[in-house]
């Protein structure tokens, strides 16, 4: 079995360009979320989906950061304009309803520089 | 709410010693308490996890950990380090306070394993 899939691996952009990052849970996951891990420190969650519905966004910046996870699936983080500090691991993960939501599934990150 | 505290950014052993990375945990509610590793350039992946059964927990890599209602405490142990061992590990706490069954992460520890 797959599991969950981000790309690209490393982005490096210049300040206040945009960026977007992709992810596909495993199959069958209906919960999907967006951590950001900043350097040296454990997953904050940005987001929570059930399926299409963001459910949780209280910690997304929501001037700069946008989600969407469009027929429930695969999921897209996008930061415009993006800042020095954005610069960390973002990370995604998915659940489903039958193994419990606090059993999550992460996928390798994409970690973003801004110069 | 809840909280984790993992007390020891860095911790270092030879191979072939015991490994002993410390967790304390905060919850309103019973929690379930996981471990994750994180090799670098990789997701994170499930260690273990506690979920109100058997009080000592194992896990993969021959890992365990046991669960300190008394002591607030979730300690992860391994009999004997393998270089492959060295990661960062994350203690992680999730309970009923919030419906989603957020994760807490805590501030990560890094294992160093020396020949």
């Known amino acids: 079995e797959a599991g969950v899939v981000q790309s690209p691996r490393y982005k490096i952009i210049e300040k206040k360009q945009p960026v977007a990052f992709w992810c596909n849970p495993i199959s069958g996951h209906n919960t999907l979320y967006w951590y950001r891990q900043n350097l040296g420190q454990g997953p904050e969650l940005l987001i929570r989906y059930e399926n299409e519905e963001a459910v949780d966004d209280s910690q997304l910046p929501k001037d700069r950061f946008s989600a969407e996870r469009l027929k429930g699936v695969d999921s897209t983080l996008k930061i415009q304009p993006a800042e020095l500090g954005d610069s960390a691991v973002y990370l995604c993960?998915?659940?489903?309803?039958?193994?419990?939501?606090?059993?999550?599934?992460f996928g390798a990150g994409t970690r973003l520089s801004v110069l | 709410a809840q909280s984790v505290t993992q007390l020891d950014s860095h911790v270092s052993v030879s191979e072939g010693t015991p490994v002993l990375l410390r967790c304390n945990y905060s919850s309103s509610y019973s929690p379930s308490l996981f471990w994750y590793v994180q090799h670098p350039n990789k997701g994170l992946q499930l260690l273990l996890k506690?979920?109100?059964?058997?009080?000592l927990v194992k896990g993969i890599n021959g890992f365990e950990a046991e669960f300190k209602k008394s002591e607030t405490s979730f300690h992860l142990t391994k009999p004997s380090a393998h270089m492959s061992d060295a990661a960062e590990y994350f203690c992680v706490v999730s309970d009923l306070s919030n419906a989603g069954n957020m994760l807490t992460f805590g501030g990560g520890t890094r294992l160093m394993v020396k020949p």
């Open positions: 993960a998915s659940s489903s309803d039958r193994e419990g939501r606090n059993i999550q599934y």
């Open positions: 506690y979920t109100s059964a058997a009080t």
